[in-house]
């Protein structure tokens, strides 16, 4: 009676270490592939960022390029020369 009592205590014990060992597994697996998604979102992340940057110092600029050209024709009174006043130059290449 002793002896069945100890087979089935150590049968349960080995059932219960191969079981918590598969769910150990399955654990650091999932763990795994979860690190490896969130690496890769945030490299996406970080690419994302830095166009998102690159957009805003292109608006900036061309918001600076708006802000400048109202100054000078409102404030200032410059407006684009007309064909007639346009002086085109030449320039002349010596060779030496």
């Known amino acids: 009676m002793i002896n069945i009592r100890k ?7 080995v059932f219960g270490l191969m079981a ?3 769910q150990l597994i399955v654990h650091i697996y999932d763990y795994r592939v ?21 957009l805003l110092n292109e608006v900036e600029y061309f918001r600076n390029q708006l802000t400048i050209r ?6 200032l009174g410059m ?8 002086v085109v130059v030449h320039r002349q290449v010596l060779n030496k």
């Open 34 to 54: 979860t690190f490896s998604e969130l690496e890769k979102f945030n490299k996406k992340y970080e690419d994302l960022s830095f166009k998102s940057n690159l």
């Open 7 to 13: 087979q089935l205590l150590f049968i349960g014990l």
């Open 79 to 86: 407006r684009s020369p007309r064909v007639k006043e346009q």
């Open 20 to 22: 918590s060992s598969i």
């Open 70 to 75: 109202e100054v000078a024709t409102e404030k």
